[in-house]
């Protein structure tokens, strides 16, 4: 008897296998032959888009749970940096315009002391 229950399930399996077979058959002829593959294909897509999006929402809250910063912080900190590094520069040139300033009456005062005193 356990020979005959081997069989069948063999059997079984073997039917199961040829159905699974014929259905996948039947559905890639439906794709390819039909709109189901640009609309399936576009559908896979907008979900592959989806999940990366609640990937990258999830990785940022778990680098925030563990206070290690993530590239928006990155970012953010880039973009502080960087208006920082302006207002540096426009203080310096303001600086240099104020010492040239400050520069020039001193060398006018010095040529008028020597036009008007002729012993220097």
Not at 33 to 39: A, K, M, V
Not at 60 to 69: G, I, Q, S, T, V
Not at 86 to 115: E, F, I, T
Request: zero cysteines; proline letters at 4%.
């Amino acid at each position: 008897m356990p020979a005959k229950s081997s069989r069948a399930d063999i059997n079984i399996l073997q039917w199961l296998l040829e159905r699974g077979e014929e259905t996948l058959g039947h559905a890639v002829q439906d794709l390819i032959h039909g709109r189901g593959l640009p609309d399936g294909l576009g559908k896979l897509f907008d979900e592959a888009g989806k999940t990366k999006g609640r990937m990258d929402k999830n990785v940022e809250m778990l680098l925030h749970f563990l206070n290690l910063p993530s590239r928006a912080d990155y970012k953010k900190l880039a973009g502080k940096i960087e208006h920082l590094q302006g207002s540096l520069v426009n203080l310096n040139m303001k600086l240099d315009r104020l010492l040239a300033a400050q520069a020039q009456p001193h060398k006018r005062s010095r040529r008028k002391a020597k036009v008007g005193n002729p012993d220097r």
